[in-house]
């Protein structure tokens, strides 16, 4: 009976220890793969796992529909950013990555976390008068340092300084 029990045991934990990694692009939705197909032949971007987790969905667009905020990197300067998808008709909006945003620049390298803001909030500024949101929009911070709101507005991305 032992001798079962051992031989169950080892075969689960081997095929636990050659258990292969899931790519990121594979943990993404179909149109969001198209989206960053189409993308990457106008822009040498792929998605990059840095951080955890590496992709938020909300109303970013204002559609109703689930958008995604993809982290990214460009492979031929390295530099990161965001991609915002679209589940509509909207071209995506890069951020980061080699595409300056206030006082965020073209690489997020930086970034050390972030999170969804919801739509309705007025998050605190220091540097310019706090807006509103219309949409959900993207906060990006370096731990103990700098943060910044992300928003789109009329399909283009909008920083507001949030701290240092």
Same mark, same amino acid.
């Given at each position: ?71 990214? #990197?460009?492979? *031929?300067?390295?530099?990161? $950013? @965001? &991609?915002?998808?679209?589940? !509509?008709? /909207?071209?995506?909006? =890069? ?33 310019? #008068?706090?807006? *509103?949101?219309?949409?959900? $929009? @993207? &906060?990006?911070?370096?731990? !103990?340092? /700098?943060?910044?709101? =992300? ?14």
């Amino acid at each position: 009976m032992n001798f079962k029990l051992a031989s169950v045991v080892l075969l689960f934990a081997n095929s636990i220890a050659f258990a292969q990694d899931v790519s990121p692009r594979m943990q993404l939705p179909d149109w969001a793969n198209k989206q960053l197909d189409s993308l990457s032949k106008q822009e040498s971007i792929e998605v990059n796992s840095r951080i955890n987790p590496f992709v938020w969905r909300g109303n970013f667009l204002g559609a109703g529909k689930g958008d995604l905020a993809v982290l990214v #990197k460009d492979s *031929k300067s390295n530099k990161e $950013g @965001i &991609v915002f998808l679209s589940h !509509g008709k /909207a071209k995506p909006v =890069i951020v980061g990555a080699g595409h300056a945003i206030g006082n965020g620049g073209d690489d997020f390298s930086w970034l050390e976390l972030w999170y969804v803001e919801d739509k309705g909030t007025q998050p605190h500024s220091y540097h310019a #008068k706090s807006v *509103k949101l219309h949409n959900d $929009g @993207i &906060v990006v911070a370096k731990e !103990g340092s /700098a943060s910044g709101l =992300i928003y789109l507005k009329s399909g283009k991305a909008v920083w507001q300084q949030q701290g240092d």
